[in-house]
């Protein structure tokens, strides 16, 4: 069975930076898109950034230019570096795997597309 583990949540003030991690299990991330997708009290979860197998990268407008993406197929990890964070930005985030390869990086692609999530870890972010 398949795992992905999310981690480095916490509570941070506006502002500030923080680094999700998603460790996954039994396989590699080498040749599967990925994706991190955040969920907020209320609202429908969203994409927030993907990366192909390629290593191509999309992200969310609302997230450009303060999140980044990026993998370590040595250690089967992928990240979420998240700076300039807002009180927006509070949410439970979500890694997802694709071992399809259908979402080929696109932040947009539909979610049921793939099949392997995470448990979530929680951002909060004060004013």
């Known amino acids: 069975q398949v795992q992905l583990v999310e981690s480095g949540g916490g509570s941070v003030q506006a502002g500030g930076s923080l680094r999700l991690s998603c460790a996954a299990s039994r396989y590699t991330y080498s040749s599967f898109c990925m994706g991190w997708f955040r969920q907020a009290p209320g609202k429908e979860r969203e994409g927030v950034a993907a990366i192909d197998s390629d290593g191509s990268t999309s992200y969310a407008d609302s997230v450009k230019g303060r999140f980044t993406i990026s993998k370590d197929n040595a250690k089967n990890t992928l990240y979420l570096q998240m700076n300039s964070l807002k009180p927006e930005d509070t949410a439970m985030y979500y890694c997802?795997?694709?071992?399809?390869?259908?979402?080929?990086?696109?932040?947009?692609?539909?979610?049921?597309?793939?099949?392997?999530w995470g448990q979530g870890t929680q951002v909060t972010v004060s004013s």
């Open positions: 997802a795997s694709d071992s399809g390869g259908q979402t080929t990086g696109w932040v947009l692609a539909p979610q049921h597309l793939y099949n392997y």
